[in-house]
């Protein structure tokens, strides 16, 4: 789990891969941000594919609708699936 403070700009990464483990590009896909009790802290966007890759997938979001130390998920949603990654943002001191 990684800690990123509010007002950065965080890279938001996946992979999509099949059972055989070859990267595979979804017919659509989209992240979103939650709070844990499942506030909606950034909407399901659209997020771009990595240059010179067929399934590597990044957003970049500047952290600024939260103001105090907070965990929250990321959650990709492609065709038929969803993986979730809980991360930390916390203040500058």
Do not use: C
């Amino acid at each position: 789990m990684s800690n990123y403070i509010i007002g950065d700009t965080i890279r938001l990464k996946a992979t999509i891969k099949n059972l055989a483990g070859v990267e595979e590009a979804p017919v659509s896909i989209k992240v979103s941000v939650l709070q844990l009790d499942g506030t909606v802290v950034l909407a399901a966007t659209v997020p771009s594919l990595t240059a010179g890759t067929t399934a590597q997938y990044y957003f970049d979001w500047l952290v600024d609708t939260v103001n105090e130390t907070t965990k929250l998920i990321a959650l990709w949603e492609w065709t038929g699936h969803k993986k979730k990654m809980t991360f930390d943002v916390i203040p500058t001191y």
